[in-house]
């Protein structure tokens, strides 16, 4: 497993960053950092800088107090913002649409990533692929398309790519999150906490 242990770099606690939308409200932050610290045997400071609702990334890593810690992360954690699609508002037959929205969004995801490892050019970068369960299945394959757009950018600069969406809704996307999983607005509770927890952790941290 890409987990499978190792020693720490350095004596001193592993910081994790999460810049993010709601995807990161909830306990699976601190349960993904307990995994590293059982894995390494070190203090995992965790620093959840997530917003609600509609995120200008752009702005939030530029606050001094995340900035400061994105310059310190061990792992800084962002995943793409998903609402940016549906601001767009493209009907579901408007493939053009749909492919100018997210052409525009890596445009500016690649610019985002650039700044966030001119910041910390050393620390490991994550993201994923997510909010499946939220959007009616007629809307998942554009939203899919949308993420896995962004994720090939994120590959592009050394990140690796947490797919959540198989997690709540199946491989074929077409499911509903398992009882218990998630909260009435789609915030992961219960054993969807622990399940998203475990599938950062299993990307391991040897890059």
Do not use: K
């Amino acid at each position: 497993a890409a987990c499978s242990g190792g020693e720490a770099e350095s004596d001193g606690p592993w910081l994790i960053v999460i810049v993010s939308d709601s995807f990161a409200l909830g306990e699976w932050p601190q349960l993904w950092a307990d995994l590293i610290e059982e894995d390494l045997g070190v203090d995992v400071d965790l620093r959840n800088h997530y917003r609600d609702g509609f995120v200008d990334y752009d702005q939030v890593i530029e606050e001094a107090e995340v900035r400061a810690d994105l310059e310190a992360a061990e792992i800084i954690l962002v995943p793409p913002e998903a609402d940016h699609l549906r601001n767009a508002f493209c009907g579901l037959g408007d493939a053009e649409c749909l492919e100018q929205a997210t052409e525009e969004y890596v445009t500016a995801w690649d610019a985002l990533l650039d700044e966030i490892q001119e910041i910390n050019p050393e620390a490991r970068l994550r993201s994923a692929i997510t909010w499946a369960w939220i959007a009616p299945p007629e809307r998942r394959n554009g939203l899919r398309i949308f993420m896995e757009a962004a994720a090939e950018v994120t590959r592009q600069h050394g990140g690796i790519v947490a797919d959540i969406d198989p997690l709540l809704t199946g491989d074929d996307r077409t499911q509903q999150p398992p009882t218990g999983w998630t909260d009435s607005m789609g915030h992961f509770t219960g054993p969807g906490a622990s399940a998203v927890a475990e599938a950062f952790h299993a990307l391991g941290y040897d890059d």
